[in-house]
């Protein structure tokens, strides 16, 4: 069977949407709090987490979402991509798809013992320049719907969608993260189990 072969870009006119990736708990970044042990368990075959023991602390989970997905430099117009095609075909506008849109991130998580005191999730964007002070903003708003406080004997699984459409940054020395901010009592016991993130994504 003959193979073949295609020179020059490939795009797609609409995008490809309902993709979700399952990120487990390990690949969340829990470094930012001394003194808080996160043992890696085995609930049963197929079921992981990792647990926080009890500790009144603040901590902070980061799941850097650019080691996922990311694309840098623009994106090429469609007029661009057909201009040696004969002018019998039709112009098209600048796509609206630079990569990867993150629809909503979907946390799973146990409370347990005690009650959290607050429990917050943020999508950040950090731009590094040499000898300037990184800038941090919040491109996709304040994330849509709440995360738990209070204990529940089986997970939380809570949605968490930005409020505004919310691409992954295509420019380099930008990083994208989500960050959950967990705030518990002197009892409080915290399961991370992991994150479906939830994305649309186009062929470029």
Same mark, same amino acid.
């Given at each position: 069977?003959?193979r073949?072969?295609?020179?020059?870009?490939?795009?797609?006119?609409?995008k490809?949407? =309902?993709?979700?990736?399952?990120?487990?708990?390990?690949?969340?970044?829990?470094?930012?709090?001394?003194?808080?042990?996160?043992?890696?368990?085995?609930?049963?075959?197929?079921?992981?987490?990792q647990?926080?023991?009890?500790d009144a602390?603040?901590?902070?989970?980061v799941?850097?979402?650019?080691?996922?997905?990311?694309k840098?430099?623009?994106?090429?117009?469609? =007029?661009?991509?057909?201009?040696?095609?004969?002018?019998?075909?039709?112009?098209?506008?600048?796509?609206?798809?630079?990569?990867?849109?993150?629809?909503?991130?979907d946390?799973?998580?146990?409370?347990?013992?005690?009650?959290? =005191?607050?429990?917050?999730?943020t999508?950040?964007?950090?731009v590094?320049?040499?000898?300037?002070?990184?800038?941090?903003s919040?491109?996709?708003?304040?994330?849509v719907?709440?995360?738990?406080?209070?204990?529940?004997?089986?997970?939380?699984?809570?949605?968490?969608?930005?409020?505004?459409?919310?691409?992954?940054?295509n420019?380099?020395?930008?990083? =994208?993260?989500?960050?959950?901010?967990?705030?518990?009592?002197?009892?409080?016991?915290?399961?991370?189990?992991?994150?479906?993130?939830?994305?649309?994504?186009?062929?470029?």
């Amino acid at each position: 069977m003959g193979r073949t072969i295609f020179e020059g870009p490939i795009a797609s006119k609409t995008k490809e949407t =309902d993709g979700q990736l399952w990120v487990p708990a390990s690949q969340f970044d829990k470094s930012f709090v001394t003194g808080v042990t996160w043992p890696l368990t085995r609930v049963a075959q197929g079921n992981y987490k990792q647990i926080k023991t009890a500790d009144a602390t603040i901590i902070y989970l980061v799941l850097a979402l650019n080691p996922l997905f990311k694309k840098i430099g623009q994106d090429p117009t469609w =007029d661009a991509i057909y201009s040696s095609v004969p002018s019998s075909t039709p112009s098209e506008v600048a796509h609206d798809i630079r990569g990867v849109q993150i629809k909503s991130i979907d946390l799973v998580y146990g409370i347990g013992t005690t009650a959290l =005191d607050s429990h917050v999730a943020t999508f950040n964007r950090t731009v590094y320049a040499n000898n300037v002070a990184p800038v941090v903003s919040q491109p996709g708003g304040a994330t849509v719907g709440a995360l738990a406080t209070a204990t529940q004997g089986q997970p939380y699984v809570t949605n968490q969608a930005p409020t505004t459409i919310y691409v992954l940054s295509n420019t380099t020395l930008v990083t =994208d993260s989500f960050e959950v901010a967990v705030d518990g009592a002197a009892g409080s016991i915290y399961d991370l189990y992991g994150a479906f993130v939830n994305f649309n994504y186009n062929l470029l």
